[in-house]
């Protein structure tokens, strides 16, 4: 086990983003996980960007190839077609991420939307599909002939690793394979996404695997698919509208990380930065009410992917479980954001995670436990 401190890059964001980042950090103080830890900060904030032409994203992006782990704070994405646009393309492209993961999971105390109580992981691309695509206009502007085109594309090694990161998250989670593309309606580009979860089924026949166009997986996930642990693996852009689907049934958009994952050649993980799945929130910045699970959670969860790593400090696994615990059990208590029908504010809940957190692995040392 390594001795050293466990670097973790920071990508600071802006607003509300900004503030829900610095509250979560105060779980990783080496005086709160157990650990060491060493915390490699990147201004990300809109002025800093347009400052260095993005170039301040580029070199977070680089931090964090050598580090392997990462937590990014919500970000602005100015709408000027010239400013410098959103951040979340380029740290992708600039440590080979293929594969985005956000699971909705029960929320103690929290119902539900349409009875659903098991987890359900949404697993999508990283790259390509509708973000990034090149658009252009032609005919006479405003005119009634006026057209709009759009050139998108995908990949094969991105098709194969969304369905074979599906298919090895629902055998750990003993779930399904749920949902997919229009593969009927567009054969040759969503139906590429298609065979790769084929195949993926093949190399996994011990995963329960049940394939639904993308239109009746909505109305699947209304309707009371979710009697196991799902897992649909998806495009970017409807992986991105599935997420925002799936968190709010849980509870809150708030509730859950994600976690943007790069690969070498045998699918092992090379990059882990996660985050919360929510924006800057500019109507909330300052008054200390929003909901900080999502960040907390994202804290956790690089902890948990560090633990999965040869150089990793002991107590990383112990750690991230605390915060995954405490996060869960501050809101069965009572803890509750305005969000999730309760009246606490930001740092008060933050503050109740942290000294659970801190219970916790005084609790555990001191049983000799390496939970």
Same mark, same amino acid.
């Given at each position: 086990m390594a001795t050293e401190p466990l670097t973790i890059t920071i990508l600071e964001g802006d607003e509300t983003g900004q503030e829900l980042l610095e509250q979560a950090l105060r779980v990783l103080? /080496?005086?709160v996980a157990g650990l060491p830890i060493a915390l490699d900060r990147f201004d990300l904030s809109l002025a800093k960007r347009r400052e260095t032409g993005n170039g301040v994203v580029e070199e977070s992006a680089a931090a964090m190839r050598a580090s392997g782990l990462g937590i990014k704070a919500a970000t602005i994405t100015p709408e000027g077609k010239d400013d410098v646009g959103s951040p979340n393309r380029i740290v992708r492209e600039g440590v080979d991420g293929k594969?985005?993961?956000?699971?909705?999971?029960?929320? /103690? #105390? $929290?119902? /539900? $939307?349409? #009875?659903? *109580? =098991?987890?359900? !992981? $949404?697993? @999508?691309?990283?790259?390509d599909d509708a973000y990034g695509a090149k658009q252009w206009r032609e005919g006479a502007e405003d005119s009634p002939d006026e057209i709009a085109y759009r050139t998108e594309k995908i990949s094969r090694s991105v098709c194969t690793a969304?369905?074979? *990161?599906?298919?090895?998250?629902? %055998? %750990?989670? !003993? #779930? %399904?394979v749920y949902g997919g593309p229009k593969w009927t309606v567009s054969p040759i580009y969503e139906g590429m996404l298609k065979e790769e979860m084929d195949r993926a089924a093949e190399r996994h026949p011990d995963v329960w695997y049940e394939p639904v166009l993308i239109d009746a997986t909505y109305a699947g996930l209304i309707s #009371?698919?979710?009697? !196991?642990?799902?897992?649909? /693996?998806? =495009?970017n852009r409807d992986g991105d509208c599935l997420s925002d689907l799936v968190m709010p049934m849980f509870g809150s958009i708030a509730g859950a990380e994600s976690v943007l994952l790069a690969f070498d050649e045998n699918f092992k993980t090379t990059v882990a930065m996660a985050e919360a799945p929510h924006g800057t929130a500019p109507a909330l910045q300052g008054k200390d009410i929003a909901n900080p699970m999502a960040m907390l959670l994202a804290c956790g969860a690089v902890l948990a992917y560090a633990a999965d790593r040869d150089d990793a400090p002991a107590g990383a696994d112990?750690?991230? @479980?605390a915060i995954y615990e405490s996060v869960l059990e501050a809101v069965a208590s009572g803890v509750k954001?305005?969000? =999730?029908?309760? !009246?606490?504010g930001t740092t008060e809940f933050t503050?109740?995670?942290?000294?659970r957190v801190k219970t916790k692995i005084e609790v555990w040392s001191s049983l000799g436990s390496t939970v």
């Amino acid at each position: 086990m390594a001795t050293e401190p466990l670097t973790i890059t920071i990508l600071e964001g802006d607003e509300t983003g900004q503030e829900l980042l610095e509250q979560a950090l105060r779980v990783l103080d /080496p005086e709160v996980a157990g650990l060491p830890i060493a915390l490699d900060r990147f201004d990300l904030s809109l002025a800093k960007r347009r400052e260095t032409g993005n170039g301040v994203v580029e070199e977070s992006a680089a931090a964090m190839r050598a580090s392997g782990l990462g937590i990014k704070a919500a970000t602005i994405t100015p709408e000027g077609k010239d400013d410098v646009g959103s951040p979340n393309r380029i740290v992708r492209e600039g440590v080979d991420g293929k594969v985005i993961i956000r699971t909705g999971r029960r929320i /103690p #105390g $929290v119902n /539900p $939307v349409a #009875g659903v *109580y =098991l987890p359900i !992981s $949404v697993v @999508r691309m990283a790259v390509d599909d509708a973000y990034g695509a090149k658009q252009w206009r032609e005919g006479a502007e405003d005119s009634p002939d006026e057209i709009a085109y759009r050139t998108e594309k995908i990949s094969r090694s991105v098709c194969t690793a969304v369905a074979e *990161y599906a298919f090895r998250t629902a %055998k %750990k989670t !003993s #779930g %399904k394979v749920y949902g997919g593309p229009k593969w009927t309606v567009s054969p040759i580009y969503e139906g590429m996404l298609k065979e790769e979860m084929d195949r993926a089924a093949e190399r996994h026949p011990d995963v329960w695997y049940e394939p639904v166009l993308i239109d009746a997986t909505y109305a699947g996930l209304i309707s #009371g698919a979710a009697d !196991s642990p799902l897992v649909i /693996p998806a =495009l970017n852009r409807d992986g991105d509208c599935l997420s925002d689907l799936v968190m709010p049934m849980f509870g809150s958009i708030a509730g859950a990380e994600s976690v943007l994952l790069a690969f070498d050649e045998n699918f092992k993980t090379t990059v882990a930065m996660a985050e919360a799945p929510h924006g800057t929130a500019p109507a909330l910045q300052g008054k200390d009410i929003a909901n900080p699970m999502a960040m907390l959670l994202a804290c956790g969860a690089v902890l948990a992917y560090a633990a999965d790593r040869d150089d990793a400090p002991a107590g990383a696994d112990r750690a991230s @479980r605390a915060i995954y615990e405490s996060v869960l059990e501050a809101v069965a208590s009572g803890v509750k954001t305005h969000d =999730l029908g309760g !009246s606490a504010g930001t740092t008060e809940f933050t503050d109740a995670v942290v000294e659970r957190v801190k219970t916790k692995i005084e609790v555990w040392s001191s049983l000799g436990s390496t939970v």
